[in-house]
Every structure is written in structure tokens, then in C-alpha cells.
């Protein structure tokens, strides 16, 4: 391979692990590195305005991928500013590495400059954080790390990378490409579950996590329509099941329909296929017993342990979910199937619920979600952060194909707009739409430059502004009515922010305002954001502020 410098050996490292896009802030630390991006347009090292904003575009090519998600970032507060990322890849269970610019080797231990300890610093929400202490072992480190990182339930790996192992100069062999393992469910266990639903009367399933592929999809939707299976999807999974299929019949997120929590808790069955079953999908672990379910639980995950970590299943499988979709779908349907009725039921209560409520104020949230459906084509992809806003796109958008959803169920505000810059570098076709509340916005929004300085179109921002940390006041109210502190905000002129970045910048005040404005950020070459002011009564789909104070102090 000839000698090469150690950030020539780790770029092409992520050359051959098929690594599309590197994103990062530059640092001192890392200029090796920087200089093996040097001529290249693959890897492509796209250049963002923090560190935060770094790891968030990487969790998501993550998603959007399956592959790991590549984020690089100087020692001390860039790598502290990058933890954000890593908490979202490590609920999220998603594939990623995070390479940390590190002090030189020489100087360990003396509280030098910007000196960290990233083993204890990530330790406890990475799969495995570790040094490179030889620039010939390049190769070996990054291709363990993609293989950990995707390997049983995947997530974030961090690897710190001394400036004099940068530095220093190889003649070493590169590394081949990682493939993914799949795990083929026992054929006994298979059978076992094929029993199981002969006998059902009232089944159900619950779909989540990740590792899922297009092809899998295909084969659980396959499978459910034999079947006439009513599936549910966890907490912002819910691209897994194109939500116009006969067969889905909701979400288990924040809010969720009470007649699907209901059939959940009736059913006699339930098959549970790659979620974790984690507190929002599971309700704040109020909807099945803990360590036994009341109901029969039947559950398939790629990682041995996460079963029974939780929950004690009567049947657990393990397998990853391309295997154990490819195995559903080949079950022959049964005969007799006394759940199609109760499915039939279940969808027209979630087209019910699907439908937008009125709210107060001039601006109707559920007329922004029906022009937003009007105009965009199916396979956009919608991303949000956190915040109260997100139970309108959450519960109320039509998820199409797989990877349509870009959300994070780690509750991470500011994910949002990095998760839509990565959505439309790997696909610029795709329109893509990130709803981010006012709070959520400023979190990250200075990655607008990011977006304007690598072309991106298509890409409309709704900054949905009430003015305040919603889902704090919403809790606040609850808990303490009307004693507001610490909750309300003062927010610029989000239109003239985005017009300051060379961003197309609208405001929009009324429902009938919102469709041309829609227009017009569609047409503009680059991205776009309206900023949609809301009545701050309109806290939620389902109630207001003053209902809630109301019911507080009655209490």
C-alpha cells in the first residue's frame, strides 16, 4: 500500500467500509485527518458550526444507512459538545462512531490542554470507547469499531486518536469491509411461535428498534396482510409499517389512542419484534408487568441481552430483523383468524385519531399537517427534536416508506435540523420537512450555514414558535399552576434569522397564510424556514394551558 500518514490509513479506513459522508468540526488535533480528506469526494467531510449539531448529522446517516453514522471532533469541548449525539445513538440503537482528537501520548496524565479521559467520559453510553496507541493499528481499531458498533443491538463507539499516532508514518494493510451478521431465529423457537398464533384469539404486534431493511420491511408487511394482524409501532418507529397499510393501527408514543392501549392490555398474544419495550413505548413501564407481562409476550431481538433484561417473555427469540421477517413471512396463514373483525375495528379508531383537532388560535396546526400532505409527495422524510410540537407531526403525518422518519427517541431537542441536513445529502430528491419548536430550533439552528454552504434544497424548516419550553410549562402548570419560571422565551424574528443565512425566511400567522408560504419555500433554491406562530393555549393535540391550570388547582 506504500506509507502513508495515520490520517491517510483511517480515511482510508472509511473508504472501504463504504463511508459516503464524514461530518465534524475541524480541530489542531486532528489536521492529519483533515488532510487525508484533502482531494477526495468520497469520504466527504462536510464541515458543521458544533460539535452537537456533528454528532446528530452522523446519528442519523446512521439511520438513514444502517451503517455507522461518522463524526469527527477535536479533544475536550468538542468532544464534550459531541456527547449529545452519542446519548441519541445509544438509545436510538444506532450504529456510530465518534472519532475524538486526542493530546499527545507523551503528555498523559498531567491535566494537559484539553486532556480528557474518553474511556471514563463515554464508558457509560458507548459500546466501547478506546485509544489507538500504534499508527499500524489504524486498520485493526476502525474495523472493530464499525464491527462493535453494528454487532447485537447496535450503537455509538468512540476512538480517541493521539495527534503523534496521527502523525507518525505506515506501510500497514487496510482493513476489509465489515458485513453485518445476521442471526437466523432457532427453528425450534419459530415453531414455537407459529403454535402460539394458531391458537390466539387476540394477537398483537408491536414493531421498533432498528437494524430493519427495506427488504425487511416488505417482509413484515407481507406477513401482517396474510395474517390480518394488527401492528402498532413504538415510540417514533413508525416508518417500519407504511401507515396506510390495512394493518397498522397506531403508535405507542407520548399520548397515545386509549383504545390501542386498551387492545394491547386485552390481547392474548403479543409479539414484540425489535423494540425494546423502553419507557415511552411502554408507557412509563406501566403497560405490561415488570419482570412477568400479564399478557403473553413473545419477543425477537438481535441482542441475547436485552432479552429478558426487562421483560421475562414466554417465548424469546433471538434473531436480527431481516431474518426473522424473512421467517414470518414464509408461515403459512392460519385457517381460522377471530382477530381480522378486531383489526378491521382497530384501523378505523386510528384513522379517527389520525384526524387533527381544532385548537385555539388563527393558526391550525392540523391545517399546516394537511397542505404539508396536499403538496409533498410520499416518500418525504419528516425529522423533528423535542418538544410538545412533535405530537403533531408524530401523531398526525402518514409515515410512507421506511426511513421516512427521522426522530429521536431519546427526547434530544435540536435533532431536528442536523438530522434533515443528513437526510438530503444522502438523498437530495427527497423533500424533507423538520418540524422544531422554538426552544428546540435555537438549540442547533446555526447549522442553517451548514445547509447553505453544501447547496441543499428542498429542505423547509417549520419552527413552530409559542414562545416558550412547552412541554416544561406544560408539566409546570400541572405540577405548580400558575407559578410560571423558567419557561418563557424570547425569540428573534426567525424569518429574518433565516433570511440571514441566505435561507428563504417567511412568517406565518394565520392558516390561510401557510399554503403560499409553503409555495414559496419549495420553489427556493436552498432551504427555507416559516416560522409558524402559534396561540401558546395550544400547548397540545389534546388539551390547552388553561384546561390544564384549570384542573391543577382543582385538584
Not at 242 to 262: Q, S
Amino acid at each position: 500500500m506504500g506509507e502513508r500518514h495515520g490520517g491517510t490509513i483511517l480515511v482510508d479506513q472509511l473508504e472501504r467500509q463504504g463511508i459516503a459522508f464524514c461530518f465534524g468540526v475541524p480541530g489542531e488535533s486532528y489536521l492529519p485527518v483533515l488532510d487525508g480528506f484533502y482531494g477526495r469526494n468520497r469520504p466527504r467531510f462536510i464541515v458543521c458550526r458544533h460539535e452537537g449539531g456533528a454528532s446528530m448529522m452522523a446519528e442519523a446517516m446512521g439511520k438513514l444507512t444502517g451503517r455507522p453514522g461518522i463524526a469527527f471532533v477535536t479533544r475536550g469541548p468538542g468532544a464534550t459538545n459531541a456527547a449529545s449525539g452519542v446519548h441519541v445513538a445509544q438509545q436510538d440503537s444506532t450504529p456510530l462512531i465518534l472519532f475524538v482528537g486526542q493530546i499527545e501520548s507523551g503528555t498523559r496524565e498531567r491535566d494537559a490542554f484539553q486532556e480528557i479521559d474518553y474511556r471514563r467520559m463515554f464508558g457509560g453510553i458507548a459500546k466501547w470507547v478506546a485509544e489507538i496507541d500504534h499508527v499500524a493499528r489504524i486498520p485493526e481499531m476502525v474495523h472493530h469499531a464499525f464491527a462493535v458498533a453494528l454487532s447485537g443491538r447496535p450503537g455509538p463507539v468512540v476512538l480517541a486518536l493521539p495527534e503523534d499516532v496521527l502523525h507518525a508514518r505506515a506501510t500497514v494493510e487496510d482493513a476489509p469491509f465489515v458485513e453485518t451478521v445476521p442471526i437466523w431465529p432457532d427453528p425450534v423457537r419459530l415453531e414455537a411461535l407459529r403454535e402460539r398464533l394458531a391458537r390466539a384469539e387476540r394477537p398483537f404486534v408491536i414493531v421498533g428498534g432498528s437494524g430493519w431493511t427495506q427488504q425487511a420491511c416488505a417482509d413484515l408487511a407481507s406477513f401482517l396482510m396474510r395474517f390480518e394482524l394488527p401492528v402498532a409501532a413504538g415510540f417514533r418507529r413508525q416508518d417500519i409499517v407504511d401507515n396506510e397499510h390495512p394493518c397498522y393501527v397506531g403508535d405507542l408514543g407520548i399520548g397515545p389512542n386509549p383504545a390501542l392501549i386498551e387492545r394491547v392490555r386485552s390481547a392474548d398474544l403479543l409479539l414484540v419484534l425489535g423494540s425494546r419495550l423502553s419507557e415511552m413505548t411502554a408507557q412509563g413501564y406501566t403497560l405490561l408487568g415488570i419482570p412477568k407481562p400479564e399478557v403473553p409476550l413473545v419477543h425477537v431481538h438481535p441482542d441475547a441481552g436485552e432479552l429478558g433484561k426487562v421483560y421475562a417473555p414466554e417465548l424469546a427469540i433471538c434473531a436480527t430483523m431481516p431474518a426473522i421477517a424473512a421467517a414470518l413471512a414464509a408461515f403459512p396463514p392460519p385457517e381460522r383468524r377471530p382477530w381480522a373483525k378486531d383489526r378491521a375495528r382497530l384501523r378505523e379508531s386510528y384513522l379517527a385519531w389520525r384526524t387533527p383537532p381544532e385548537h385555539p388560535g388563527a393558526l391550525q396546526m392540523g391545517e399546516v399537517i394537511r397542505q404539508l400532505r396536499a403538496r409533498l409527495p410520499k416518500d418525504a422524510i419528516i425529522t423533528n427534536g423535542a418538544g410538545n410540537y412533535c405530537a403533531w407531526p408524530n401523531r398526525f403525518w402518514p409515515y410512507g416508506p421506511f426511513r421516512s422518519q427521522l426522530a429521536p427517541t431519546s427526547g434530544s431537542m435540536g435533532y431536528g435540523l442536523p438530522a434533515a441536513i443528513a437526510a438530503k445529502l444522502m438523498d437530495p430528491a427527497r423533500p424533507v420537512v423538520c418540524f422544531a419548536g422554538d426552544g428546540c430550533f435555537l438549540m442547533t439552528g446555526q447549522e442553517l450555514a451548514t445547509a447553505v454552504q453544501y447547496g441543499i434544497r428542498g429542505l423547509v424548516v417549520l419552527v413552530v414558535n409559542n414562545r416558550m419550553y412547552g412541554t416544561i410549562r406544560m408539566h409546570q402548570e400541572r405540577e405548580y399552576p400558575g407559578r410560571v419560571s423558567g419557561t418563557e422565551l424570547v425569540n428573534p424574528d426567525f424569518a429574518a434569522y433565516a433570511r440571514a443565512f441566505g435561507c428563504f425566511g417567511a412568517q406565518v400567522r394565520t392558516s390561510a397564510e401557510f399554503a403560499p408560504a409553503l409555495e414559496e419555500a419549495l420553489a427556493f433554491p436552498g432551504p427555507a424556514v416559516i416560522e409558524l406562530q402559534i396561540d401558546p393555549e395550544a400547548i397540545s393535540p389534546r388539551t390547552t394551558l388553561s384546561a390544564i391550570r384549570a384542573a391543577a388547582l382543582a385538584r
